[in-house]
T-cell receptor, first 112, second 113 residues
Framework: DAKTTQPPSMDCAEGRAANLPCNHSTISGNEYVYWYRQIHSQGPQYIIHGLKNNETNEMASLIITEDRKSSTLILPHATLRDTAVYYCIAHNSGGSNYKLTFGKGTLLTVNP | SAVISQKPSRDICQRGTSLTIQCQVDSQVTMMFWYRQQPGQSLTLIATANQGSEATYESGFVIDKFPISRPNLTFSTLTVSNMSPEDSSIYLC??????????FGEGSRLTVL
C-alpha cells in the first residue's frame, strides 16, 4: 500500500461540512483510495472508496485530484456522531487482496 | 455489507491464561482477517484465516501465540495464548466485501492483569 499522510486532528462545527484531507503522492495506478472511520470503542466502519473519479454515497463524498496524489473526504453536514478517527488508505484491491495498512488517521471532533 | 458478531465483547484475564475469541459472519465469506489494536494505536493485521487450510500470519505474529481456527465459511476463532499484559488490546475480526472494502466486527477488548 502506498504511504498516506493525514493531519492528526481536525475540528468541525456541527452542521457544517467536514473536509478531511489525505496525501498519497506515491499512489500507483492500480491503487484505490479507501476511507474508514472508527468511532470510540467500536470497530472500524467502511465509508467510501474511489480510483480516480469523484464518488458519493449516503455517508460522504470523495474528491480525488486529477493527478491522484491527494484526496478529500467530505462529510456534508457533520453531526456529533461523526466524531471519530478517519483513516485514509491507498490499496490495490485486485483479486483477493484485502490486506490493509492502517496509519494513525485523523481524529475529527465535531463540536456543538 | 456483512454483519459480524464477536464474542466476548470484553474480558479481563490473568497473566498466563489463554482466551478464545469467536467471530460469526451472517454470510459465507472466503477470507476472514484478524486485527489487533493496542491501546492508543492503529490496527495491525495478525493473520488471514483460510477455510480448510492453515492461517497465514503476518510478520511478528506466530501460530503458537495466536492459533486460529476456520471450520467453515461463516466462523473463525482466534486464541490469545499464555497472555501477558502486553496482549491487552482490542482484537477485531473482519471480512472482505465485493469491491475490496473490509467490514469489521465490534471488537473484543482484552485486558490482561
Amino acid at each position: 500500500d502506498a504511504k498516506t499522510t493525514q493531519p492528526p486532528s481536525m475540528d468541525c462545527a456541527e452542521g457544517r461540512a467536514a473536509n478531511l484531507p489525505c496525501n498519497h503522492s506515491t499512489i500507483s495506478g492500480n491503487e484505490y483510495v479507501y476511507w474508514y472511520r472508527q468511532i470510540h470503542s467500536q470497530g472500524p466502519q467502511y465509508i467510501i472508496h474511489g480510483l480516480k473519479n469523484n464518488e458519493t454515497n449516503e455517508m460522504a463524498s470523495l474528491i480525488i485530484t486529477e493527478d491522484r496524489k491527494s484526496s478529500t473526504l467530505i462529510l456534508p453536514h457533520a453531526t456529533l456522531r461523526d466524531t471519530a478517527v478517519y483513516y485514509c488508505i491507498a490499496h490495490n484491491s485486485g483479486g483477493s487482496n484485502y490486506k490493509l495498512t492502517f496509519g494513525k488517521g485523523t481524529l475529527l471532533t465535531v463540536n456543538p | 455489507s456483512a454483519v459480524i458478531s464477536q464474542k466476548p465483547s470484553r474480558d479481563i484475564c490473568q497473566r498466563g491464561t489463554s482466551l478464545t475469541i469467536q467471530c460469526q459472519v451472517d454470510s459465507q465469506v472466503t477470507m476472514m482477517f484478524w486485527y489487533r489494536q493496542q491501546p492508543g494505536q492503529s490496527l495491525t493485521l495478525i493473520a488471514t484465516a483460510n477455510q480448510g487450510s492453515e492461517a497465514t500470519y503476518e510478520s511478528g505474529f506466530v501460530i503458537d501465540k495466536f492459533p486460529i481456527s476456520r471450520p467453515n465459511l461463516t466462523f473463525s476463532t482466534l486464541t490469545v495464548s499464555n497472555m501477558s499484559p502486553e496482549d491487552s488490546s482490542i482484537y477485531l475480526c473482519s471480512v472482505g466485501g465485493r469491491t475490496g472494502e473490509l467490514f469489521f466486527g465490534e471488537g473484543s477488548r482484552l485486558t490482561v492483569l
